[in-house]
């Protein structure tokens, strides 16, 4: 496996993570605060809040994926997913009239999400696939 790889296998969701909390910061100092008008209004505190419960759940994706020793398992994308698909949907309810810093966290709830389905759908597809192959064998012998 290369070095490449290897790096972005492994610190590719805290890659993920930091852009996201880059983005977060431009739309705090970017937009004016104008607090109580919106939901979540670009307050100091909604800002640490989102950049607290997004390196949260950055590490609860970690320990739940565990990409160090990711061999094939169809069972923690399928947990993470769980996990995440019901959280990303009420937050997304959430920022409906929320300012930008809570749309950027939304954002980062779907990019959670949908490649976890692209991987749940590969995995699963990858094992049909292998399970057949190793039947069919198993049938000629």
């Not at 890659?15 to 996201?20: I, N, R, Y």
């Not at 970017?30 to 100091?44: C, M």
């Not at 061999?71 to 769980?82: I, Y």
Request: hydrophobic residues 55%; aromatic residues 16%.
């Amino acid at each position: 496996m290369s070095a490449v790889w290897r790096f972005f296998k492994h610190y590719g969701l805290l890659g993920l993570w930091l852009v996201v909390a880059a983005m977060i910061c431009s739309s705090y100092f970017g937009d004016k605060h104008d607090p109580g008008y919106y939901f979540a209004s670009n307050t100091r505190e909604a800002f640490y809040a989102l950049l607290v419960i997004s390196l949260v759940e950055v590490a609860v994706l970690y320990l739940v994926l565990r990409p160090w020793n990711y061999q094939r398992s169809l069972a923690r994308p399928l947990l993470a997913l769980l996990l995440f698909a019901p959280w990303a949907l009420l937050n997304m309810m959430l920022s409906m009239h929320a300012q930008t810093i809570m749309l950027q966290h939304s954002f980062w709830l779907f990019f959670i999400v949908c490649p976890l389905l692209i991987i749940l759908f590969l995995v699963s597809s990858i094992a049909a696939i292998v399970n057949r192959r190793r039947a069919a064998n198993e049938s000629e012998t």
